[in-house]
């Protein structure tokens, strides 16, 4: 449990369901409507983590002031960062305040934020002294990432610790 920050302006490219409940937050007058188009905010990130296949029983999602709060129960430490990962890396969210119940813990991966000129490979050679490892980074976040290759400045990653 803790508090993850994310760069809120970068993150994956948003739904256009999302951009229509960021411009409905923005827009908001009163707290029922910025309470409800942060819910509709949440309802969308929600169903994006879902759709990654990733098992989290019990899944709760909150959007407020750029944070959001997610509880549930993961079955390793690696979903639970990578439920993390998939509602932070999106534009509008500051910070995840994680709640997610682990139900085998192992050891947590680091956290790296893609810098200009980052590949994978870069990373890997940072992290484990050898580019040629960067595969072991791409695994580690899948299903976020579905091309080595595509990683965008601002995303966030995990990096597990070497074996």
Not at 88 to 100: F, K, M, P
Request: aromatic share 6%.
């Amino acid at each position: 449990m803790g508090l993850f920050s994310f760069l809120k302006g970068k993150g994956k490219k948003p739904t256009p369901a999302q951009l229509e409940a960021e411009k409905a937050l923005a827009a908001a007058k009163n707290e029922a409507d910025i309470i409800a188009a942060n819910g509709r905010i949440a309802a969308e990130i929600s169903r994006d983590v879902m759709a990654l296949g990733l098992k989290v029983d019990n899944f709760n999602l909150k959007v407020k002031d750029g944070t959001a709060t997610i509880s549930g129960t993961v079955p390793d430490q690696s979903t639970k960062e990578k439920v993390v990962l998939a509602v932070g890396n999106n534009v509008g969210i500051a910070t995840v305040d994680d709640h997610l119940y682990v139900a085998v813990q192992e050891p947590e991966a680091e956290f790296y934020t893609v810098e200009s000129g980052d590949t994978l490979g870069k990373i890997a050679k940072k992290y484990y002294g050898d580019a040629m490892k960067y595969p072991v980074i791409f695994e580690a976040n899948k299903p976020m990432l579905a091309d080595p290759d595509k990683i965008y400045v601002g995303q966030t990653l995990r990096i597990p610790p070497q074996a």
